[in-house]
């Protein structure tokens, strides 16, 4: 099939963990469009920047989105802007602008998490913003304005940066399976992610929660 009879998905957050995994698992099935700050992708920009975001819905007609990116410990306006601000707006304005498709927003069980004593003020916000981010998605699955299907992807822990930002995992620890349970591999969610494509034109995954399960 030509590139430009493929479907269109666009991936933040694409140069890396979750993102990357999705652009290459997805390359040879979507006319795939990527963007990151950094590495080899279609769109490089800062999503904290409301002008690259704006050149990012005016120039791209997506059939599907993976809104991906987010970041974690960074100062608390970066951890705003990005991880609700971006990709609120991302899941906005596309929404307004396709008249049929997906948009998958890929959040974190931690937007169900309660908190705990002695919780850091980074993850207080992270979470907080994951939730946010759930709720929005929620209340767009719900509405059923339009024919775009969206769905909210809450997974636990994840080999990823951000995974070990929130509770380190060397690779030695995940390839010898040390640990009392196995975090995700980012190519896992990808496989999620094709599932929930998948189905009937009448059936909307509005949201899912993927937790880690112990060994044995």
């Given at each position: 099939?030509?590139?430009?009879?493929?479907?269109?998905m666009?991936?933040?957050?694409?140069?890396?963990?979750?993102?990357?995994?999705c652009?290459?698992?997805?390359r040879?099935?979507?006319?795939?469009?990527?963007?990151?700050r950094?590495?080899?992708?279609?769109?490089?920009?800062?999503?904290?920047n409301?002008?690259?975001?704006?050149?990012?819905?005016?120039?791209?007609?997506?059939d599907i989105?993976?809104n991906?990116?987010?970041v974690y410990?960074?100062?608390f306006q970066?951890?705003?802007?990005?991880n609700?601000?971006?990709?609120?707006?991302?899941?906005s304005e596309?929404?307004k602008?396709?008249?049929?498709?997906h948009?998958i927003n890929?959040c974190s069980?931690?937007?169900?998490?309660?908190?705990?004593?002695?919780m850091?003020?980074?993850?207080?916000?992270?979470?907080a913003l994951k939730s946010?981010?759930k709720?929005?998605?929620?209340?767009?699955?719900?509405?059923?304005?339009?024919?775009?299907?969206?769905t909210?992807?809450?997974?636990a822990r994840i080999?990823?940066a951000?995974g070990?930002?929130?509770?380190?995992?060397?690779?030695?620890?995940?390839?010898?399976?040390t640990?009392?349970w196995?975090?995700?591999?980012?190519?896992?969610i990808?496989?999620?992610?094709?599932?929930?494509?998948?189905?009937?034109?009448?059936?909307?995954i509005?949201?899912?929660?993927?937790?880690?399960?112990?060994?044995?």
């Open positions: 099939m030509l590139a430009e009879n493929k479907q269109r666009l991936i933040t957050g694409a140069s890396r963990g979750v993102g990357k995994a652009a290459d698992y997805f040879d099935k979507y006319q795939v469009i990527t963007v990151a950094t590495g080899d992708v279609t769109y490089r920009g800062d999503l904290t409301l002008e690259f975001l704006k050149k990012l819905c005016r120039e791209v007609d997506a989105l993976i991906n990116a987010a410990g960074k100062d970066t951890t705003i802007d990005l609700l601000r971006a990709t609120g707006y991302l899941l596309f929404y602008k396709m008249t049929t498709g948009i890929i069980s931690s937007a169900n998490s309660t908190g705990w004593v002695g850091p003020p980074e993850r207080i916000w992270y979470n946010a981010l709720t929005l998605s929620k209340h767009f699955a719900d509405a059923k304005l339009k024919n775009v299907k969206v909210s992807i809450e997974p080999n990823t951000i070990e930002s929130l509770i380190a995992v060397s690779e030695e620890e995940y390839s010898k399976q640990l009392p196995i975090p995700m591999k980012p190519s896992y990808a496989e999620v992610i094709d599932w929930i494509l998948s189905q009937p034109a009448h059936v909307v509005s949201s899912i929660e993927i937790q880690n399960f112990k060994k044995g």
